[in-house]
């Protein structure tokens, strides 16, 4: 029990820390994990030697030299000697390691392949209505990871957090999105955020992952602005509500552009990223800066 008590109590103290820290505070810690999700984590983004995005019935294989770890990818079929087989049926990833089965669950923590090699993966939509089963292979000593000089983004703007009004979408229509790897990803339309911003009014597209107002617990917007290709990534960029929404429909959401982030695909090409169409007439000079524009 006294073991218990000070767990608990400490949780309290970490909720009480971040909960006195200001948003721009907030947003800092979220440059340095940021960093961590890209470079330094064992599953970081950067370290990703190649993906493979697979439909219900199919197979692909995993073949590379244990002695070279960048020749490691993902091949369509089953592939006589394949260091691993995976295939995706009535929903759930199939998977056979030299000729043995592998349970779907390893894939969360990973699938040891050789050394510093391992997958993970996971079901994920690969196009609109269907679940497909997306997965990676990593290299721990992957040279972009090395590289990687950290994510670059505007300084922190307090005029860019904004309190907007919620408008609902009762019907939750559906908005296909077109992806950077030409296939389709299909989100609802929760509703129209309206604001002012740098004295102009703003209505912005808000979507989420489910049509069921119970299942909706996040939205985000996907946007273009007057910096696209200019300064912000050509792809647009993402903004998530800042709070969880709880019961759904709120009548205010808080959105922080000094969060906006750029899709996974800026920087990798393994992802399946809705490309950005709904437009903000103005220079978003807030949040991450396009990564293959150089400073600014």
């Known amino acids: 029990m006294l073991k218990f008590a000070a767990v608990a109590a400490a949780a309290v103290l970490l909720i009480a820390s971040a909960e006195a820290k200001t948003p721009a505070e907030m947003w800092k810690d979220g440059l340095k994990e940021a960093n961590a999700d890209w470079a330094t984590q064992k599953h970081a983004l950067l370290k990703i030697n190649d993906a493979a995005y697979i439909h219900e019935g199919e197979f692909t294989s995993l073949i590379g030299d244990p002695k070279k770890p960048a020749t490691w990818h993902w091949v369509k079929g089953k592939v006589p000697n394949a260091a691993l087989i995976a295939s995706f049926a009535k929903g759930k990833p199939v998977l056979t390691k030299t000729g043995k089965p592998v349970p779907p669950q390893a894939l969360t923590s990973g699938i040891d392949i050789a050394p510093g090699i391992d997958v993970t993966g996971g079901a994920t939509q690969i196009a609109p209505g269907e679940t497909g089963l997306r997965l990676w292979v990593f290299d721990q000593g ?18 860019y957090r904004v309190t907007a009004s919620f408008k609902p979408d009762p019907k939750f229509a559906p908005h296909v999105f077109r992806t950077s790897r030409g296939l389709d990803k299909q989100f609802f339309h929760t509703g129209d955020a309206t604001f002012t911003l740098q004295g102009k009014p703003i209505t912005l597209p808000l979507y989420a992952d ?38 759904f429909p709120p009548s205010k959401v808080v959105i922080d552009f000094n969060f906006a982030y750029n899709p996974n695909c800026a920087r990798s090409s393994y992802f399946n990223c809705p490309v950005a169409i709904d437009f903000i007439q103005l220079a978003m000079k807030a949040g991450e800066k396009d990564p293959h524009a150089g400073a600014h």
């Open 210 to 247: 489910s049509n069921k107002p119970a299942e909706v617990k996040s939205m985000t917007s996907f946007f273009i602005d007057e910096l696209t290709g200019k300064g912000a990534y050509r792809a647009g960029r993402y903004v998530d509500v800042e709070e969880p929404v709880g019961k």
């Open 142 to 159: 992957h040279k972009a990871a090395k590289a990687f000089k950290g994510v670059d983004y505007f300084p922190y703007d307090p005029a």
